[in-house]
């Protein structure tokens, strides 16, 4: 049985619009588009367009109900009716503007609409996403992330656009570019950015990492140490010296301890960072304290072009609503540092399908290997 009806495409009118310039009879046209006669009739008297007043003429009651393909449509001195034309364009614009105003409102009874409301407050003050929210009850049926989006947008919610995560940059400009002062080009050769590139398309398969510190006051003595798998979203870190480059290899080899050399080489076969001074020591990162073997291999981002490496530097804004700009990260304690990539580690993703990176990546590299980073950053 043909479908009564159903939204029809811009191509769809095309077709529609020349077969009645054409004086195709209604059935014929509905056979062509699979659907049923009355809903391509109901289409045409819908949509149609007034291109000329005046009388009514009869013939336009009935189907094609236009004057497309009627011999007089030409000679105005024969036929001084109201003309009327199926433009496929203006058809189109029509069934859209409908179908904007037929959901205006809030598709939700007024309790609902409270309870989710008071849901979406709660969830942007604890730093939630506005897709993890929609998961989450009482949202998940009622509305879906796109939905809330245009509730807030619209005003709404009592949440507003500047609350949401990220809504709202706050970057004070930079008077001057930061001089990486003891950082060096040397020995970096086959380790730059082109290289990185290259390495990856002969090696596709290989997942890998991309590194950095969290930025923090002049005046601590410690800083976050980031590392991202970029297609998981699954971030491992600790607070280490600040400026130290032999604790970010110690971090490293206490990692591989944790894991097991194998799996070390199969979760971090590569990692991309920049020229921060900590990283210069990158042989001592490459190469296993345990067995003396090469383990990984160390990659540069360009000078200024921290896009290069956007897994990291994303994980990093998310890491700010735990870590803010103007506090000292030694004022934490390690298990609060610990939580706080547990956190983000927890979040539903619309990226992974809806899954959380830490499930992503027990699907990819096992449980064994994901429990053991876990109690390796909790330590």
């Not at 509905?30 to 109901?42: E, F, H, N, Q, R």
């Not at 921290?306 to 994980?315: F, P, R």
């Not at 298990?335 to 830490?358: C, H, M, R, W």
Request: charged share 25%; with cysteine; glycine share 8%.
């Amino acid at each position: 049985m043909l479908p009564h009806w159903k939204h029809l495409l811009l191509g769809q009118r095309k077709s529609i619009a020349n077969m009645l310039a054409q004086g195709w009879r209604l059935k014929k046209i509905a056979s062509v588009l699979g659907m049923d006669p009355t809903s391509i009739s109901k289409e045409i008297k819908r949509n149609r367009t007034k291109v000329v007043g005046g009388p009514d003429c009869p013939k336009n009651d009935r189907f094609p109900f236009v004057c497309d393909n009627c011999p007089l449509r030409y000679q105005k001195s024969k036929c001084r009716c109201a003309r009327w034309r199926y433009v496929a364009s203006d058809a189109q614009a029509k069934a859209d503007r409908r179908l904007t105003q037929s959901r205006a409102g809030v598709d939700a009874t007024e309790e609902e609409f409270a309870a989710v409301d008071e849901a979406v407050r709660e969830g942007v003050a604890q730093g939630k996403s506005v897709y993890a929210i929609s998961k989450s009850e009482p949202v998940a049926g009622i509305a879906s992330q796109s939905t809330l989006y245009s509730w807030i947008a619209s005003g709404k919610m009592a949440t507003k656009r500047a609350d949401l995560p990220k809504a709202v940059k706050y970057k004070k400009r930079a008077r001057k570019k930061y001089d990486y002062k003891g950082s060096s080009n040397v020995g970096k050769e086959g380790r730059k950015y082109l290289d990185y590139i290259a390495m990856r398309r002969e090696n596709p398969g290989l997942y890998g990492a991309q590194m950095d510190f969290l930025g923090s006051v002049v005046a601590a003595k410690t800083a976050v140490f980031v590392l991202v798998i970029p297609e998981l979203h699954y971030a491992i870190g600790k607070r280490l010296p600040k400026g130290d480059g032999k604790a970010v290899a110690g971090f490293f080899d206490d990692l591989e301890s944790a894991i097991g050399a194998a799996a070390f080489a199969k979760v971090f076969p590569f990692v991309l960072t920049d020229n921060d001074p900590c990283f210069s020591g990158f042989e001592a990162i490459e190469f296993s304290a345990q067995t003396g073997e090469k383990r990984t291999s160390v990659y540069f981002c360009d000078p200024y072009v921290s896009n290069q490496k956007a897994s990291v530097e994303n994980i990093n804004g998310q890491l700010r609503r735990y870590f803010p700009k103007k506090r000292n990260v030694d004022e934490y304690t390690d298990g609060y540092v610990a939580q706080s990539f547990d956190n983000i580690n927890s979040a539903p993703l619309k990226s992974l399908g809806g899954e959380t990176p830490k499930a992503a990546m027990r699907a990819v590299f096992g449980d064994e290997v994901a429990r053991a980073i876990e109690e390796f950053v909790k330590g």
